[in-house]
């Protein structure tokens, strides 16, 4: 069950990519093949990352991480349309995807990554 935290994150984060800059790459991911649709997925993940972030702080509640995590795999499967041979686990895959360039960042960077990536979007 989705709590009323996790819909106003899903709205946010909509509301946030509904530009025409963010539209543009999203008909790209549309067209492309699943390589491209990849490559293009995983560099929107920092972005949808400190979104979520920004917008949970503007919540004000505690939004736990697999809150986030979730808007974001549902946000990227809505997105991304895999092969139908890919759909029933594509969520798995991208939710492998989102933690993978969550992890790279922490350990390359440290935890300060977000700050830096808000800073470039707010």
């Known amino acids: 069950m989705t709590s009323i935290n996790t819909e106003k994150l899903k709205a ?15 008909e790209e991911i549309k067209d492309a093949n699943i390589l ?8 929107l993940i920092p972005d949808l990352v400190a979104i979520v972030e920004e ?13 986030k995590r979730k808007v974001i795999v549902d946000f990227m499967d809505d997105v991304i349309k895999a092969p ?31 700050a830096k990536v808000k800073s470039w979007f707010l």
């Open 55 to 67: 917008i949970a702080t503007d919540i004000g509640d505690a939004v736990p991480g697999s809150d």
């Open 84 to 114: 139908f041979w890919v759909e029933p686990f594509d969520d798995n895959i991208i939710g492998i995807a989102v933690d993978t360039v969550v992890m790279y960042y922490n350990t390359k960077i440290g935890h300060s990554w977000l």
């Open 12 to 26: 946010g984060l909509k509301d946030y990519f509904d530009n025409p800059e963010v539209a543009a790459k999203i």
């Open 36 to 43: 491209k649709k990849l490559v293009v997925g995983l560099s």
